[in-house]
T-cell receptor
Framework: GAVVSQHPSWVICKSGTSVKIECRSL??????MFWYRQFPKQSLMLMAT?????????EQGVEKDKFLINHASLTLSTLTVTSAHPEDSSFYIC?????????????FGPGTRLTVL | DQQVKQNSPSLSVQEGRISILNCDYT??????FLWYKKYPAEGPTFLIS?????DKNEDGRFTVFLNKSAKHLSLHIVPSQPGDSAVYFC?????????????FGTGTRLTIIP
């Protein structure tokens, strides 16, 4: 149980285009999902907390107009990187907390490697 | 301001021996701690967690110890196996304070030597 999927697993795009990444909880419902990015040899940095049916909460320094988050259902959150630039190239990982459990354990997706040319 | 620190970037252990990974934190509001294992280009996999009301939690080969007064936790893996080679992250949250966000350490790369 507690499986989280992400799609796509990798994407290459041209500078200036937008890219959408999907995060799905496959066998549980998640009122809260989280989006992280990881630079090479560094830790996971929380970008935003995605709440089902409401606006996402962004961490300090993360541009909400550049990283659009939508959490339209209890099993799906999307992250859209708008007008992507090479500095947005990174490994993006989502996680989800099982709403049916009292624990704070977050279950992570496999990640999406974004390369902006 | 690194609130969760893993001071050893790497660790090598002989197969069959005990691996001990350490983690220190500075925020006294943290009351829930987790360990994750991560392979390159994959998402972290949850291993084990501990609440601040406990000082030890065990699950198979994995045991987490928490020393609240020292703001220190450790993950013990025994016996270590080649498949344990990965990067290990500790993470913390301030659950009782309504903050479910996880703060991650910088990771320790564990290499098990056959």
């Amino acid at each position: 149980g507690a499986v989280v999927s992400q799609h796509p697993s990798w994407v290459i795009c041209k500078s200036g285009t937008s890219v959408k990444i999907e995060c799905r909880s496959l066998d549980f419902q998640a009122t809260t999902m989280f989006w992280y990015r990881q630079f090479p040899k560094q830790s996971l940095m929380l970008m935003a907390t995605s709440n089902e049916g409401s606006k996402a909460t962004y961490e300090q320094g993360v541009e909400k107009d550049k990283f659009l988050i939508n959490h339209a259902s209890l099993t799906l959150s999307t992250l859209t990187v708008t007008s992507a630039h090479p500095e947005d190239s990174s490994f993006y990982i989502c996680s989800a907390r099982d709403s049916g459990r009292s624990t704070d354990t977050q279950y992570f997706g496999p990640g999406t490697r974004l390369t902006v040319l | 301001d690194q609130q969760v620190k893993q001071n050893s970037p790497s660790l090598s252990v002989q197969e069959g021996r005990i691996s001990i990974l350490n983690c220190d934190y500075t925020n006294s509001m943290f009351d829930y701690f987790l360990w994750y294992k991560k392979y390159p280009a994959e998402g972290p996999t949850f291993l084990i967690s501990i609440s601040s009301i406990k000082d030890k939690n065990e699950d198979g080969r994995f045991t987490v110890f928490l020393n609240k007064s020292a703001k220190h936790l450790s993950l013990h893996i025994v016996p270590s196996q080649p498949g344990d080679s990965a990067v290990y992250f500790c993470a913390a949250s301030a659950r009782s304070f309504g903050n479910e966000k996880l703060t991650f350490g910088t990771g320790t790369r564990l290499t098990i030597i056959p």
